[in-house]
């Protein structure tokens, strides 16, 4: 079958680094993305991985290994606004996207 | 970024009537649009993929004859939750995928709609 796993929470310190590692196997796979949800809110798009390797884009940076099926968001100099759930998603060879039920992210002071 | 708008964003209903839900791409035109339901606490779930033109392609459990989706244009798709239960209430979101050559798979998410079911 096709499945995600992610933690179900993290706590890290306000101005520290979280690595949220995510774990995937799908039918084929188009790329792996990963997206910020808020409580009550929708999710907004993070990244998106099709090839091995990390993605750097600001405070966030995003890694790829197909060959591991294994992912992980990489949050730097964290924030207060960064508490929410982040959620990591596979597509597989029709688009599908495999949804991960998230991982709720608790920044302290 | 692409804009999609959802509307209404809040709505609440009488037990038995029904709810349409519009999902617009403002700025670009969107192929394929998804349907996603959100129960407290707990992830998305895709209900329903709507491709332009085409019949919806609901995922299992899904009751396409309550869930009713119309994609008939390239910016527009809406979502009408026929005969509705208080078992209902939920957050809808929709997205909408772009059309044209560098696809990335980005999605674009509406602001969603919260619906409650008197």
């Known amino acids: 079958g096709q499945n995600i796993d992610q933690p179900t929470e993290m706590t890290a310190t306000e101005g520290a680094i979280v690595q949220i590692n995510c774990t995937y196997q799908?039918?084929?796979?188009?790329?792996l993305f990963w997206y910020q949800q808020h409580a009550g809110e929708a999710p907004t798009f993070l990244s998106y991985?099709?090839l091995d390797g990390l993605e750097e884009k600001g405070r966030f940076s995003s890694f790829l290994s197909r060959s591991k099926g294994y992912s992980y968001l990489l949050l730097k100099e964290l924030q207060m606004k960064d508490s929410a759930s982040y959620l990591c998603?596979?597509?597989?060879?029709?688009?599908?996207?495999?949804w991960g039920a998230g991982t709720k992210l608790i920044i302290k002071p | 970024g692409a804009v999609v708008s959802q509307h209404p964003s809040w709505v609440i209903c009488k037990s038995g009537t029904s709810v349409k839900i519009e999902c617009r791409s403002l700025?670009?035109?969107?192929?394929?649009m998804f349907w996603y339901r959100q129960f407290p606490k707990q992830s998305l779930m895709l209900m329903a993929t709507?491709?332009?033109?085409?019949?919806?392609?609901?995922e299992q459990g899904v009751e396409k004859d309550k869930f009713l989706i119309n994609h008939a244009s390239l910016t527009l798709s809406t979502l009408t939750v026929t005969s509705a239960h208080p078992e209902d209430s939920s957050f809808y979101i929709c997205?909408?995928?772009?059309?044209?050559?560098?696809?990335?798979?980005?999605?674009?998410f509406g602001e969603g709609s919260r619906l409650t079911v008197l």
């Open positions: 991985n099709v």
């Open positions: 709507s491709n332009e033109g085409s019949k919806a392609t609901y």
């Open positions: 998603v596979a597509a597989d060879s029709n688009y599908q996207l495999i």
């Open positions: 700025d670009f035109q969107a192929t394929t």
């Open positions: 997205s909408a995928r772009g059309v044209g050559g560098g696809d990335t798979g980005e999605l674009f």
């Open positions: 799908t039918s084929g796979f188009n790329g």
